[in-house]
């Protein structure tokens, strides 16, 4: 059994008390086109749906109780509709975006926040991504862009570089290097250090920096949150390797632990952003995708 979406929408409107003749003219089709569809209707449901009273037609019996499954039908179908084009139309999606715990506090807000001056309807669902996962959240296809400072090995995952962010030392407020503004870390090779677990992409780059400083550092305490490294620094609990928000050198404050530019060759990471090369993007997270990578950073 094959019945037409317009045959359906037609019916509705008739035994709503349109008349076939209105009908014709808001779907902008001829009289006898809606006649023949709705007498094809009636031969696919096998009953009379509808007979003529005066100049209208009125349901019959069973014209009234297919009416109300096709009024449910045809609102499901049109919620269904319009759910699709919440995806497809770019000023209307949602888009799901991944990101590190590190580039959360304000490189993520900064892209949203300005996407959404010119695209106020777009939605966002977050979600945060762990540094120390070997292949890239996207790859699985729940999540459209990520942003990350890990290159994805997977090689139907594409990850483009959107800035350099230089990595600064921590240091507690009270620190005998607490004043200056850059170090090598030579400087402080028999310091006690607070570092992310071995597993992740800025603990790897921190014992590179500091085997080509030439010492092993020697770890205090580790953790899986920079929040938290950062927050142990601040306690005097040792010093940290962390990445600054942005590319300038912050500002300090009493609250906040110092942190001090470091010299050595090769003490930045490049963060970029990764999407799939296996799917296309909806229109909306496509559009975002092309607001990042066009931006000035």
């Given amino acids: 059994m094959v019945v037409d979406t317009d045959a359906l929408r037609w019916f509705q409107q008739v035994a709503d008390g349109v008349t076939v003749t209105e009908v014709a003219d808001i779907e902008r089709v001829s009289q006898p086109g809606v006649s023949r569809a709705l007498a094809r209707l009636e031969h696919e449901v096998g009953a009379p749906l509808l007979h003529k009273s005066g100049r209208l037609l009125r349901p019959t019996a069973a014209g009234n109780a297919f009416k109300r499954h096709v009024d449910t039908c045809l609102h499901a179908l049109d919620d269904g509709l319009a759910a699709v084009n919440e995806l497809v139309d770019p000023e209307t999606g949602t888009i799901t975006v991944a990101f590190q715990l590190s580039l959360g506090t304000w490189l993520v807000p900064a892209m949203i926040s300005q996407f959404r001056e010119d695209h106020p309807q777009v939605r966002f669902r977050l979600e945060q991504s762990d540094d120390a996962l070997g292949s890239s959240l996207v790859s699985g296809g729940r999540i459209d862009l990520e942003f ?147 931006r000035d950073h």
């Fill in 148 to 294: 990350t400072a890990r290159r994805p090995r997977n090689p139907a995952v594409h990850w483009e570089r959107l800035l350099t962010q230089p990595l600064f030392l921590a240091v507690p407020a009270g620190h005998r290097l607490a004043g200056q503004h850059e170090v090598h870390l030579a400087e402080v090779a028999d310091e006690d250090f607070v570092m992310l677990r071995q597993t992740w992409a800025l603990r790897v780059l921190s014992d590179e920096l500091c085997a080509a400083a030439g010492f092993v550092p020697r770890v205090a305490f580790e953790g899986d949150d920079l929040p938290v490294i950062r927050g142990f620094v601040a306690a005097g609990l040792g010093v940290a390797i962390v990445p600054a928000a942005g590319s300038a050198l912050p500002s300090t404050s009493p609250r906040s632990e110092p942190l001090l530019r470091i010299l050595d060759e090769g003490a930045h990471r490049q963060v970029g952003l990764a999407w799939s090369e296996e799917r296309r993007l909806q229109p909306s997270a496509e559009l975002f995708r092309q607001h990042v990578l066009g």
